[in-house]
């Protein structure tokens, strides 16, 4: 952590996987990726499974003792196969925010030889459910819908990777909505957000985070955004990725 300008400087990295995800490495448990966050020198991570918010709990746990601010969420996968962030700051809103999950999400069957394995492991590495059910299909909630949820919860809403060939709002929309309402646009380690706005002039306006979309303990913080907040907590995030506070050297691209 440094100092700029009165505000202090926290690295976050907010697009985390972990072994639940189906793509997630077996090694992205709790334990290891607190572990990772911390040698790479970050203060804060999100953790973002896809479409389940059911590993941060876990997660948070080791983060306090390491102090490690754990931000609790999902990468969500809309109806229109736009991924977008999701992270909430109580207990109460995260349950409502699976609940919500669990509503739109098809049941279909995972199959793990093909897609990897779901598995919920506590904080002491000991594998305590394997969820059956495939968590990369896509809600059956719009983009709009699961922005307006995540806002009644308070929580934070980013779409995610937006520059990336597939997922992205511009892959899948072809535009980013006037209307859409979030806290922040991501962009994918390899894209500088000077070359990216010089591409796009008409979304200058937007505030602008970098993460890793980690899926191995090696890819944590191969790319980060350096924040500018008063206080390391929740709302204060809210507001500094609303207002664009980020050090510049978050808005040149990777980390």
Known sequence: MDRVSGLSVFRA?????TVLSPCGDIEMTPRHIVAKAKACGLDIIGISDHNTTRQCAEVKKVGERENLLVLCGAEVTTREEVHCLAFFETPAALAAFQCFLDARLPAVENRAELFGYQLLIDEYERVLE???YLLITALTAGLDEVAQEVHRLDGIF????IDKARNGLLSQLGFVPPALQAEALELSPCTATADFIQQ???LAAWSFIHSSDAHVPDEIGRACTE?????RNFKEIKNALHDGRMARKSMDGNV
């Open 158 to 161: 980013i779409p995610a990777h």
């Open 200 to 202: 796009y002039p008409s």
């Open 13 to 17: 990295d907010l697009h985390i996987h």
């Open 130 to 132: 394997t969820v059956p």
């Open 227 to 231: 924040l500018l907040l008063r206080e």
